[in-house]
Structure formats: structure tokens, C-alpha cells
């Protein structure tokens, strides 16, 4: 069993920048990949980004593309979304999740919010313009 806990989040002001950060309990994080979701009010969870368990593959919507970096500290069983640029459209909760498979993911299974096993209990982003 694994626990992701985001952090992070807040009130920020458009062109600003946010760090989220993603605490996961367990000896097998090192092994997961990472996603990054977010949800707005009236949406649905859509995806953001996510890092294979190497860190040696990263995806990115096109939204976030060159705004946003995802980045993982094994040693400190911490993911980590980088997002500059900020937009009021940003504007969600942000939730990291697990993926227990390393292996065979396509890039379309990545961005799927039913790839992932585990999900923590996401962190408001407020972007204002």
C-alpha cells in the first residue's frame, strides 16, 4: 500500500510560479511512476504530466507543455511539478498518483486516469488573473 500526499498548493497571481511536491510512504516508490491530474470545478480529472520510474521519461499535456516540470527525488520518495507560467486556466486541484507497472505504458495509457493504482487527496491551485 502506498500514501501520496500532495503539498504545494496555494493562491498565486498569473505569470507566477508554484512548486507541488508529493510524499510517498512505502519502500517501492522507486519503482512506481508518477502522474500529475487535475480537476476544476464541473470538469473532469485530466491529465498533466507523469514520470516513468526512472525519471528517464517524462510526458506533459500540450496545455502545460514548457510551462510545467515534473521531477522525482527517489531518495526522498518525493515527485515534484514545477509550474511556471501560471495561467488562470491552471487553476484546479492537483493530485499525484501511482502506477505500480514499469513496464510496457504507452504514452495514451499514461495519460489515462484509470492507469493508476494509488492517489493522494490533491491540493488547490488558485491561479487569479
Known amino acids: 500500500q502506498v500514501q501520496l500526499v500532495e503539498s504545494g498548493g496555494g493562491l498565486v497571481q498569473a505569470g507566477g510560479s508554484l512548486r507541488l511536491s508529493c510524499a510517498a510512504s512505502g519502500r517501492t516508490f522507486s519503482s512506481y511512476a508518477m502522474g500529475w491530474f487535475r480537476q476544476a470545478p464541473g470538469k473532469e480529472r485530466e491529465f498533466v504530466t507523469a514520470i516513468s520510474w526512472s525519471g528517464g521519461n517524462t510526458y506533459y499535456a500540450d496545455s502545460v507543455k514548457g510551462r510545467f516540470t515534473i521531477s522525482r527525488g527517489n531518495a526522498k520518495n518525493t515527485v515534484y511539478l514545477q509550474m511556471n507560467s501560471l495561467k488562470p486556466e491552471d487553476t484546479a486541484v492537483y493530485y499525484c498518483?501511482?502506477?505500480?507497472?514499469?513496464?510496457?505504458?504507452?504514452?495514451?495509457?499514461?495519460?489515462?486516469?484509470?492507469?493508476?493504482?494509488?492517489w493522494g487527496q490533491g491540493t488547490q491551485v488558485t491561479v487569479s488573473s
Open positions: 498518483a501511482a502506477d505500480r507497472e514499469r513496464f510496457g505504458r504507452t504514452i495514451a495509457t499514461m495519460m489515462r486516469v484509470d492507469t493508476y493504482d494509488y
